[in-house]
Every structure is written in C-alpha cells, then in structure tokens.
C-alpha cells in the first residue's frame, strides 16, 4: 500500500523532490513484493540495480566518482523510505555504503577511479567482512590473515555473518597483516570471482530472510597488491570509522521499519471495530498508539541530530552510538506493540507487522550491539568527551 508522508524538514528543494522519487520507487518497486520475497527467502538483486540506475546507492558520496554528494541528513532519510516499505533493502543498502565507505575515503584516486563509478551506480554489489565467529564485538582479535607473497597477498580464514554473503561483486575485507593487536590489520577490495572464496549456505534466520547472510571463506585467495585500501595496519581505523556511519544507517534503517509498523497499526485501528467504534477511539489503545508515534518521532530525532553533527565535520562517534542505541530500541518496541494493536490477528502471517517484529530484533544486535554502545557511550562519558559547550553551523546564504 502506498503510505502517507512523513512531514519532514529538508535542506533544498532538490532534497524533497529526491523524498519524493524514493517514495514513488519503494511504493512501486519494492512494498509489492516484500512479503512474498521474504516468504521465500529470495534475495532480490535486481532491486538494488533499480535502486542504483536511481542513484539512490551513491546518495553520501562525492559526485566526481559518480554519488551525489548529498549530505547523510538527507541519505538516511532516503534510507529511512525504503526500509518503511522493505527491511531487508534497507539493510543491505547500507551495508553496501558502508562497503563503499573504505575505498571512497581512504583509496587512491586510481583506485577510486577504477571501481568506485560501478560500484555507486548498482553495477556492483558490495559485502562487508569484518566479524569472524570468535571475534564479533572485538574485532581486534580476528585471525583472518593476508600475507605479502611478491605483488599479491594470499587470504586465509573465514568471515562471519557477511551480509550479501554469496550474491556480493566485491567484499571489502579486513585482515591481519602483522602481529600487533590493532594495528596489524589491514583493509583489502576482494573481487567475488577471487579464485579459492567461496560462501557457505546462508544463515536460516529469525527474520530478514530475504536478506542473504553467510559465512565467506578464504583459501589462499590471492589478490593484488593493488587491492589494499589504505596503508598496512590501517584496517583497524578504517573499519571503525566505517562502524561509525554504519551505525547512523542502522538507525535509519530502524526508524523505516518503525514507522512502517507505526502506520499499519494505525490503519488497522481506524478499520477495526470492537464495542461499535473504531479501536482508534478507546483510549487504551489511542495512548498505545500515541506511545508508539512518540518513540519514533524521538528516534528519528535522534538520528538526524547525530547526522548533522557528521555533515558539520564534527565528531559525532558517541552521537551515533546513541542513534543507533535509542532507534533500534524504538523499534523493538514499537514493532511489539503493533502486534498488541492486530490482536490476534498480528501474531498470524496474515499481516506483515509479526514480520516487522522478527526484523527489529536484529537491529539491536548486529553493527555492534546494544550493549557495545552503551558500553562505547559511557566510555566516552567517562573521558569527559562532550565537546564544546556549542557550535554555530553557518548555511549559505544566511
């Protein structure tokens, strides 16, 4: 179903008219034919090649290699559209920025400049490998190795949960190249058909079930030495930075799926009837409702606060922790309620909002969990890390 609007406040004109398209794509192209995607567990490649012949993939990144160069206040706004209508391109639209993220920032212009065009285009899928079974919150402690053998490396060892794991065109992979604990890791542009990588069976999971997640594994995958982002042991860095904004599209992703339930529950209020009126109009279920309205407009808040500070050029590490913190608790919950909202009703698969629920769950997990932020917020409390006392951001034109 085609959604109403969320009321937003946007930089320029352009920015609402790049709302505008979205909403018109994810209403066309992707709401149609979620549930019978997710239903059959089938990872739905050509969206991401409409979603990119759109521009919509390269949205954060500089237009000289082919984004748009738009600001992440806007990027996670066009985030937060689509995962209102599919939890699951959401996701891997920003696992896919966030696999773009170390090759954009740290790469050579050549580099930049042979693969970055296609890969914000939507020619290329990319995949994030940073986890490894043993070493999920600490990456530091991986033991997936890349030894310089003349002009190549050959990588050996395994990566857990790799979204795109299997359906990927390059994996942006971080291995270890030295002994030191975090700076001995290094950053590499692994091209799929990499002779010896291979994907298990994807993950059978919980919910996102149209989203491929699998365990990727390197045989002595010889690569040029070409393909290292970066300096040796500067992976550790990158990878942490990456997390950084990965965390602001997670948000995003959340505050989508948590509006997307928000709306189906109050449809759904609006048509059921119980004592002869609307559910809507019992006040149980109204404060339920305004409850639900609250803790997104809260989380979505939150999110674009910490997505400005990113666009000033401040630091906004902590702000993205809390983001991620406060925006994927929102959705647990509402997600939750809205279940309580169909009754019966919302715990069959009759309706989508039992789907929305198994969704959310995952968003408190993955991208570091809810407890890494909270541990990484009280750190930074803990150091005395606020920053000044206030900043003035100046726009043109003012």
Wanted: with cysteine.
């Amino acid at each position: 179903m085609s959604r109403v609007p969320v009321p937003r406040l946007l930089p320029t004109e352009e920015a609402a008219e790049l709302l505008e398209l979205t909403r018109e794509i994810a209403d066309g192209a992707l709401a149609p034919r979620a549930a019978e995607d997710e239903a059959a567990e089938r990872f739905p490649r050509d969206v991401f090649r409409t979603l990119g012949r759109a521009g919509l993939l390269g949205l954060p990144f500089s237009e000289e290699w082919g984004g748009a160069g738009l600001p992440y206040e806007v990027y996670l706004q066009v985030l937060e559209e689509i995962s209102a209508r599919w939890a699951s391109v959401g996701i891997g639209v920003s696992v896919h920025a966030l696999s773009c993220f170390a090759l954009a920032t740290h790469g050579t212009d050549a580099q930049r400049k042979q693969w970055l065009p296609d890969m914000l285009g939507g020619e290329l899928l990319g995949a994030y490998c940073l986890s490894e079974s043993h070493a999920g919150s600490d990456p530091a402690a991986m033991r997936t190795r890349a030894d310089l053998d003349g002009d190549d490396y050959g990588l050996r060892g395994e990566k857990a949960w790799t979204t795109h794991g299997g359906h990927a065109d390059f994996y942006t992979v971080m291995a270890r190249t030295g002994e030191h604990r975090s700076q001995g890791i290094s950053c590499f542009l692994v091209p799929a058909d990499a002779p010896n990588l291979s994907a298990d069976p994807p993950e059978r999971k919980m919910g996102l079930t149209a989203q491929a997640t699998a365990t990727m594994r390197f045989d002595d995958v010889r690569i040029s030495a070409e393909r290292r982002i970066g300096a040796e042991g500067q992976g550790l860095p990158i990878a942490l930075a990456g997390l950084d904004a990965g965390r602001l599209g997670i948000a995003a992703v959340a505050v989508g799926l948590a509006q997307g339930a928000l709306d189906d529950a109050v449809s759904y209020a609006k048509e059921r009837e119980a004592f002869g009126r609307p559910i809507i109009e019992h006040q149980g279920l109204a404060f339920l409702l305004a409850d639900m309205e609250a803790a997104v407009e809260s989380a979505r808040a939150t999110l674009l606060s910490a997505a400005r500070r990113k666009d000033a050029g401040l630091p906004y590490g902590r702000q993205a922790s809390i983001a991620k913190l406060v925006a994927t608790e929102a959705a647990m919950r509402v997600t939750t309620e809205a279940v309580q909202v169909f009754g019966g009703a919302g715990y069959t698969r009759d309706f989508p909002v039992e789907r929305y629920m198994r969704e959310a769950k995952v968003m408190q997990i993955f991208e570091g969990t809810n407890q890494i932020q909270r541990l990484v917020i009280s750190r930074e409390l803990a150091r005395g890390r606020r920053g000044p006392a206030a900043h003035v951001l100046v726009s043109e034109g003012n």
